[in-house]
């Protein structure tokens, strides 16, 4: 049997230590040698729950002290393109939170290494592999649902997720940090899905975005997009300014209905209800969803051992830099169309 592959976290926040450190457990076919994060705090917690690991306060010294095949970027969104260009050009793999980059500039740089057949770069798209999204998408593909024909999506929540301890704490609302508001926490999870769901690459965006709960912070907190697609359309809508913790989805069909609601999806056809599913997690139970990174582990490490899966990570996540970019250029008149293409270049946005 071949040893299993070596790799480092970078950051080790609440999403790494609830979610991540979970997952990784139970790959037989890697191992966490090491973790870096400039918090103390957040390097004694690594020490506690990986007692064989090391802890390093730099990326400088975890390249020069260890020898690796991977890298999994957990860190504030700001960091994510610089590192993952980095690593990639030291010849290690990438597993890196979303999103994968909030520049076009360093998604070329990247997508050039990954085509050069040196590395894996794989976005962390979780949601993908919440089970009522996964039983959506089966259903989707049946022949009797037909074309889908419209998505409506819609994320509710009362405040932003907020890492573990530090001065970190509530690091969403900070525009250096975070990269953006909602768009960027949301958003980007909303685009790969109803692209997704779609089976089309979007055309354009209309958008309202709003600060209705935190002014102060220049960041939306409260974003309607509607996204227009060859043959379909997407209405989504995300706020942190809600009084509740929901996720609804609307899926519209040639030949039928489905309705997801938290934990239950339901298929309708002419008024009739024809199939029920049940889910015994609700999709708003927690942030981090340790069961749902597993199955990016496992995206991971097919794209690792097979060279021609790369792309297509790479595709999708162009599209939601793509829709980001031109949700955040479109802003500024409140509700304008704004067409986007592969060859917007844009700087970094703020909400």
Same mark, same amino acid.
């Not at 309202?208 to 220049?218: C, V, Y």
């Not at 340790?290 to 297509?312: K, V």
């Given at each position: 049997?071949?040893?299993?592959?070596?790799?480092?976290?970078?950051?080790?926040?609440?999403?790494?230590?609830?979610?991540?450190?979970?997952?990784?457990?139970?790959?037989?076919?890697?191992?966490?040698?090491?973790?870096?994060?400039?918090?103390?705090?957040?390097?004694?917690?690594a020490?506690?729950?990986?007692?064989?690991?090391?802890?390093?306060?730099?990326?400088?010294?975890?390249?020069?002290?260890?020898?690796?095949?991977?890298?999994?970027?957990?860190?504030?969104?700001?960091?994510?393109?610089?590192?993952?260009?980095?690593?990639?050009?030291?010849g290690?793999?990438?597993?890196?939170e979303?999103?994968?980059?909030?520049?076009?500039?360093?998604?070329?740089?990247?997508?050039?290494?990954?085509?050069?057949?040196?590395?894996?770069?794989?976005?962390?798209?979780?949601?993908? %592999?919440?089970?009522?999204?996964?039983?959506?998408?089966?259903?989707?593909?049946?022949?009797? +649902?037909?074309?889908?024909?419209?998505?409506?999506?819609?994320?509710?929540?009362?405040?932003?997720a907020?890492?573990?301890?530090g001065?970190? $704490?509530?690091?969403?609302?900070?525009?250096?940090?975070?990269?953006?508001?909602?768009v960027?926490? %949301?958003?980007?999870?909303?685009?790969?899905?109803?692209?997704?769901?779609i089976?089309?690459?979007?055309?354009?965006?209309?958008?309202?975005?709003?600060?209705?709960? +935190?002014?102060?912070?220049?960041?939306?907190?409260?974003? %309607?997009?509607?996204?227009?697609?060859?043959?379909?359309?997407?209405?989504?809508?995300?706020?942190?300014?809600?009084?509740?913790?929901?996720?609804?989805? &609307?899926?519209?069909?040639?030949?039928?209905?489905?309705?997801?609601?938290?934990?239950?999806?339901?298929?309708?056809?002419?008024?009739?209800?024809?199939?029920?599913? %049940?889910?015994?997690?609700?999709?708003?139970?927690?942030?981090?969803?340790?069961?749902?990174?597993?199955? &990016?582990?496992?995206? +991971?490490?097919?794209?690792?051992?097979?060279?021609?899966?790369?792309?297509?990570?790479?595709?999708?996540? $162009?599209?939601?830099?793509?829709?980001?970019?031109?949700?955040?250029?479109?802003? $500024?008149?409140?509700? &304008?169309?704004?067409? +986007?293409? $592969?060859?917007?270049?844009?700087?970094?946005?703020?909400?």
């Amino acid at each position: 049997m071949k040893a299993p592959l070596r790799g480092a976290i970078i950051g080790f926040g609440k999403v790494a230590q609830q979610a991540h450190v979970t997952a990784w457990r139970e790959a037989t076919w890697a191992t966490i040698v090491a973790v870096v994060d400039p918090l103390a705090a957040h390097r004694a917690r690594a020490a506690a729950v990986l007692p064989r690991i090391r802890c390093y306060e730099q990326v400088e010294t975890l390249f020069a002290r260890e020898t690796l095949d991977f890298v999994d970027i957990a860190t504030p969104p700001h960091l994510h393109g610089k590192l993952a260009i980095e690593c990639a050009s030291m010849g290690f793999h990438v597993l890196c939170e979303k999103p994968l980059t909030l520049l076009t500039e360093e998604l070329d740089a990247i997508e050039e290494i990954v085509m050069a057949g040196r590395v894996a770069v794989v976005p962390v798209h979780n949601w993908r %592999h919440a089970p009522p999204l996964r039983q959506a998408l089966r259903v989707v593909r049946r022949t009797a +649902f037909g074309k889908v024909q419209m998505v409506d999506w819609q994320v509710l929540r009362n405040e932003p997720a907020r890492d573990a301890g530090g001065p970190e $704490r509530g690091w969403r609302l900070n525009p250096t940090l975070a990269g953006g508001g909602i768009v960027v926490d %949301h958003g980007w999870h909303a685009f790969y899905l109803v692209r997704g769901l779609i089976g089309e690459e979007p055309q354009a965006v209309t958008a309202i975005l709003q600060g209705r709960q +935190f002014p102060a912070t220049q960041l939306e907190d409260t974003a %309607h997009c509607l996204i227009r697609f060859p043959n379909a359309t997407a209405s989504v809508f995300l706020t942190w300014a809600a009084k509740e913790r929901r996720v609804r989805g &609307t899926i519209v069909g040639q030949g039928g209905t489905l309705v997801l609601d938290e934990d239950h999806l339901t298929l309708y056809r002419q008024g009739k209800t024809l199939e029920r599913w %049940h889910f015994p997690e609700p999709l708003s139970a927690g942030s981090q969803h340790p069961a749902w990174f597993a199955g &990016t582990l496992s995206e +991971f490490h097919t794209a690792i051992q097979h060279p021609g899966a790369r792309a297509a990570h790479l595709r999708e996540a $162009r599209a939601c830099l793509s829709l980001l970019t031109a949700t955040y250029r479109g802003q $500024r008149s409140k509700f &304008t169309n704004v067409v +986007f293409s $592969r060859g917007i270049r844009g700087s970094r946005y703020r909400g």
